[in-house]
Every structure is written in structure tokens, then in C-alpha cells.
């Protein structure tokens, strides 16, 4: 047990740390080459978010582990809610003022439906997989598209502000995109192993270790992100952060681990215990920070205090499963 835990400790920690790398040379190398700010911010820092989940997912299918991949999604995605944007909030209340994520937070309440009418039957086919990394690329040309016609919209200054913050010379940005990338493959190997392991030894499901254990750990980068950013009074970056994670998450980290591995035998725990969390999440932060007319989205401390209450919840239902069954 302890070498594992080992692992899982290790693959963490680099994993979060060569996220950031790839992240900011990702960032600065796309500068360096003349992408607006907004489009970098939009496209190439969320897919650097989002990286640890999907290469940790793609490792987990093709150990033979998809329950460890489908867990990764959407235990992310309920961590990111909850956890991340309930913590921030209750720390900095959080107004949303752009009008992109205004669109983005409806668009991310319908992909998870959509998720969901692909579970029903218990399976999730190659095709259906192929479906949903079709939809994720249609959610970068879109992200293009708003990121080319969104002039002037104010998450451009705060994005702006960023990648001048993290600028370095386009070499060094190469060296750290090669090497972030190398990382995130290696920590995330470490991680699967460690974790599979975990799950066998405790005599548990690779889907519960996976929301739980696996989607804390690779929603590290969003956490230091969303912090960081909001501290700094950058809120539309802290929410389109957690946004852009979650519909990445669902397309892209679910599309592809069942195009490497088809799942005949979803665990029907996935759609009565784990889907109407992340649905509920999902529609709290929709009614929270979606700007109905003159209005604009806010996310205040009672808000982030019920996100941050259904996670808490949630979590402690799964350890207590866990115990249980290790018991």
C-alpha cells in the first residue's frame, strides 16, 4: 500500500507542476506567434488546463481501467464546481462580466445533458466516443470564432494582463512545451498505476477512486488558476477557467478514453449517484452566474458556501463508501 500511495503522492505533485509548464510555454509560444490574447486564453490555456485529465484518462483506458477515466471527468467537474469556485467564492465573491462565458455557462449545462442521453443505455459505444470528440473540436472553432469577434469583451485585458505577466523569449517557451508535455505523460503513467492499485488493494471501484482521489489531484491546476486569478479581481478568468475545464472535460477527456476503449458496462452508480451531482453542480452555477438581462452573474459567499456544502457532502459519501468496503 505505501508504494503506491507513493506514486499517487509523486505523480501528483509532478503532474501539477508540469501542467504549468506546458501551460505558460503553450501560452508564450502561441504569443510569440502572433494569437490574440483572448484566443489564447480561450483555446490553448484551456486545453492546458484541462491537459491532466485527459492524458491521465487516455492512460487509464488503455491500462484496462475506463470506470478510472469516466470518474476523472466527472469527478473533476464536480470538484471544479464545487470545491474550487465554492472555496474562491466564499473567499472573493465572483462577478462574471464577460459576455463569452456568458454564452459558454449554457452551452456547458447542455453538453452535460447530452453526456447523459449517451449513458442511458449502460454503454458508451466507439461511435458515441467519436461523437463527443467531434463536439469538442466544434467547441474550439467556436471558441475561436467568439475569441476573433470578441474584441473589447473584458476577460481580453484580464487574459492580457496575464500572458504579459508570464512572457519569456519563444526558446525557452519551446523547452518547457517539450518538457511539460514529456512530464505529463510520465506523472500521469505514475498516477494511473498507483491509483488502479489502491482500488484493488481496498477492494473498491476504479470509478470511486477516480472521483475522488484521481479528479482532486488533476484539478490542481484549475485550483491554483481560479485562486490566483481571482485574487488578483481577474474573475471572469476564475470562472471561465472551471467552465472551459468542465465542457473540455466531458468532450474531450470522455471522447477520448471510449475511442480507445469502448465501454460496454458502465457502472449504473455513474448515472444514479454520480450524474445528478454533477448535473445539479452544474445548474447551481448556472442560475449563479449567468447574467439575466441587466444583471450580471455573481457568485457571493452563500452561493460559494451551498457549492462548496454539496462537494463537501458528496465526498464524504464516497469516503464512507470506501471505508466500508475496505472494512
Known sequence: MILPLLAIVAGFALLVWSADRFVEGAAATARHLGMPPLLIG??????????????????????GSPGLALGNAYGSNIANTGLILGATAM??????????I????PLLLAITCVTAVFFWNGALSRTESLILLAGFFGLIGWSIFSA????????????????????????????????????????????????????????VSDLVIGLTIVALGTSLPELAATVVAARKGEHDIAIGNVVGSNMF?????????????????????LLTRD???????????????YGFGKRHGRINRVEGALLLAGYIAYTTYLVVEITNKAA
Open 42 to 63: 480561450m483555446v490553448i490555456v484551456g486545453f492546458g488546463t484541462s491537459a491532466p485529465e485527459m492524458v491521465v484518462s487516455a492512460m487509464a483506458a488503455m491500462d
Open 91 to 100: 473567499l472573493i465573491p465572483l462577478t462574471v462580466n464577460s459576455k463569452i
Open 102 to 105: 456568458n454564452k459558454e455557462l
Open 148 to 203: 476573433l469577434r470578441g474584441k473589447g469583451d473584458i476577460v481580453e485585458s484580464e487574459i492580457e494582463k496575464e500572458l504579459a505577466e508570464h512572457d519569456m523569449p519563444l526558446g525557452r517557451a519551446l523547452f518547457w512545451v517539450a518538457v511539460g508535455l514529456t512530464l505529463l505523460i510520465l506523472s500521469s503513467r505514475l498516477l494511473v498505476w498507483g491509483a488502479v492499485t489502491i482500488a484493488q488493494q481496498l477492494g
Open 249 to 269: 472535460n466531458l468532450l474531450a477527456v470522455v471522447g477520448i478514453a471510449g475511442v480507445i476503449a469502448p465501454m460496454p458496462n458502465i457502472p449504473p452508480e
Open 275 to 289: 450524474w445528478p451531482v454533477v448535473i445539479g453542480m452544474t445548474l447551481a452555477l448556472f442560475v449563479f452566474g
